[in-house]
């Protein structure tokens, strides 16, 4: 089974400002099968970014991602207050599909 | 519109059977896999099984193997999640998600299962 680590944990961040939000895969993934999630309380997860690196429909280009081997990497250049919420990194390329454990991005 | 419409809330008690559903509207069900995601309360997302209602293969996550069973019916464009003794640890959100056009954009809108004597 591959293991997604997410890091940071949590993500302290104030409106305006660049986040980083990591996920490193214990083993090699298909960057075609590397997908990130947004979880707002009360809601489904959100598609964000498939295929390590491509948006999916209606969301900001202020998201982008990008991987570099085992390592993928959520960029949110400018954060706006509906940002704020839980990622995860998922795969879907090897059999058991895996999340991540989240990352937790709150209002500094 | 694509979508994925699930069943509502369930409150059962601990060795009741269950079972819920996703129902998909606005494109071809049976080509694309269907996944439940179970999400226990305040913790993160695993992945359960999947199932190709084409020719219901299915899959299971190991931790949920023998646990859960998966099925659909692709006469009325339906996946199910069944529990045959349920315990309270299986008190949680199930969502569904349809791997249509090769991502997993679709989801459903959730089903609570809560699990009590």
């Known amino acids: 089974e591959i293991v997604l680590t997410q890091s940071p944990g949590t993500l302290s961040l104030s409106p305006g400002d660049r986040a980083t939000l990591s996920c490193r895969a214990s083993q090699s993934v298909s960057s075609t099968y590397l997908a990130w999630f947004q979880q707002k309380p009360g809601q489904a997860p959100r598609l964000l970014i498939y295929a390590a690196s491509s948006r999916a429909t209606d969301v900001p280009d202020r998201f982008s991602g990008s991987e570099s081997g085992t390592d993928f990497t959520l960029t949110i250049s400018r954060l706006e207050p509906e940002d704020f919420a839980v990622y995860y990194c998922q795969q879907y390329g090897s059999s058991p599909y895996t999340f991540g454990q989240g990352t937790k991005l709150e209002i500094k | ?117």
């Open chain 2, 1 to 117: 519109e694509v979508q994925l419409v699930q069943s509502g809330a369930e409150v059962k008690k601990p060795g009741e059977s269950l079972k819920i559903s996703c129902k998909g509207s606005g494109y071809s069900f049976t080509n694309h896999w269907i996944g439940w995601v179970r999400q226990m309360p305040g913790k993160g997302l695993e992945w359960m099984g999947i199932i190709y209602p084409g020719d219901s293969d299915t899959r299971y996550s190991p931790s949920f193997q023998g646990q859960v069973t998966i099925s659909a019916d692709k006469s009325i464009s339906t996946a199910y999640l069944q529990w045959n003794s349920l315990k309270p640890s299986d008190t949680a959100m199930y969502y569904c998600a349809s791997l249509y056009n090769s991502r997993w954009g679709v989801w459903g809108q959730g089903t609570p299962v809560s699990v009590s004597s």
